[in-house]
C-alpha cells in the first residue's frame, strides 16, 4: 500500500550493530504498529503508538526500540543487531473511527543480521 | 487471552474448485474477526471483516466468510479458485470490548491453487 512506505527495503547488517527502520505515512492514521514476521510463526506486535506521545511494548519489545517523531512518521531501530532478529519487518497504521481498526500495511522491510 | 488458530499450514486446490482457509479464534469478549492475504514480497492487504450484523461478510476478490459464534470459526471461503488466489493468509482478531486496539494474528496459512 503506496500509503505506508518503509525504508529501507532489504537491509544486510552484522551483529552489534546499530540499525534504524523508518514508517511514513499519508493516511493521517493516528495509531502506528511494528511487527515483525518468521516463518510459520504469523506476525508479532513489537511496538505500537495511538498518538505522538504514546508508546507502548507489544509482546516482543526486548532488543527493540521506538521513537514516534511525528503523526506519520514512526521508527524502529535495533540498538545492537543480534542474528535471531533476521526477520521481515512490517509498519503498519489504523483508525479508530469507523473503519473499526482496520490495519494497513507498508511492504515490509527485510532484515538479515549477520 | 486474545488468540488466533489457522489449523492449516498449507492448502492445496485446483483452480475452479471451492477453497476454505479455517481460522478458530478465542477472545474474552466479543470479537472484530479480519482476513489478510499477503502475496510474495508484498505487505498485508485487508480482505475482509465482520464487525457485527450478517454473519457472512463478502470482501475483495470474491472471498467470503462466515462468522459462526458457537464454533469460535472464521473460515474463508471462495466458490471457485484462481491460480492468482496463491498467496499466504492470515486470520486475525480484536477483542470488541478492548480499548487497546491491538490485532492478534494467526500463524498464516498458505493457499497454493494450481492449473
Known amino acids: 500500500d503506496a500509503d505506508v512506505t518503509q525504508t529501507p527495503r532489504n537491509r544486510i547488517t552484522k551483529t552489534g550493530k546499530r540499525i534504524m527502520l523508518e514508517c511514513s505515512q499519508t493516511?493521517?492514521?493516528?495509531?502506528m504498529y511494528w511487527y515483525r514476521q518468521d516463518p510459520g510463526l504469523g506476525l508479532r506486535l513489537i511496538y505500537y503508538s495511538f498518538d505522538v506521545k504514546d508508546i507502548n511494548k507489544g509482546e516482543i519489545s526486548d532488543g527493540y526500540s521506538v521513537s514516534r517523531q511525528a503523526q506519520a512518521k514512526f521508527s524502529l531501530s535495533l540498538e545492537s543487531a543480534i542474528p535471531n532478529q533476521t526477520a521481515l519487518y512490517f509498519c503498519?497504521?489504523?483508525?479508530?473511527?469507523?473503519?473499526?481498526?482496520?490495519?494497513?500495511f507498508g511492504p515490509g522491510t527485510r532484515l538479515l543480521v549477520l | 487471552a486474545q488468540s488466533v488458530a489457522q489449523p492449516e499450514d498449507q492448502v492445496n486446490v485446483a483452480e475452479g474448485n471451492p477453497l476454505t482457509v479455517k481460522c478458530t479464534y478465542s477472545?474474552?469478549?466479543?470479537?472484530?474477526l479480519f482476513w489478510y492475504v499477503q502475496y510474495p514480497n508484498r505487505g498485508l492487504q485487508f480482505l475482509l471483516k465482520y464487525i457485527t450484523g450478517d454473519n457472512l461478510v463478502k470482501g475483495s476478490y470474491g472471498f467470503e466468510a462466515e462468522f459462526n459464534k458457537s464454533q469460535t470459526s472464521f473460515h474463508l471461503k471462495k466458490p471457485s479458485a484462481l491460480v492468482s488466489d496463491s498467496a499466504l493468509y492470515f486470520c486475525a482478531v480484536r477483542d470488541r470490548g478492548s480499548t487497546l486496539g491491538r490485532l492478534y494474528f494467526g500463524r498464516g496459512t498458505q493457499l497454493t491453487v494450481w492449473p
Open positions: 503498519a497504521t489504523s483508525d479508530p473511527g469507523p473503519a473499526q481498526e482496520t490495519q494497513y
Open positions: 477472545v474474552s469478549g466479543n470479537p472484530y
Open positions: 493516511k493521517g492514521h493516528d495509531r
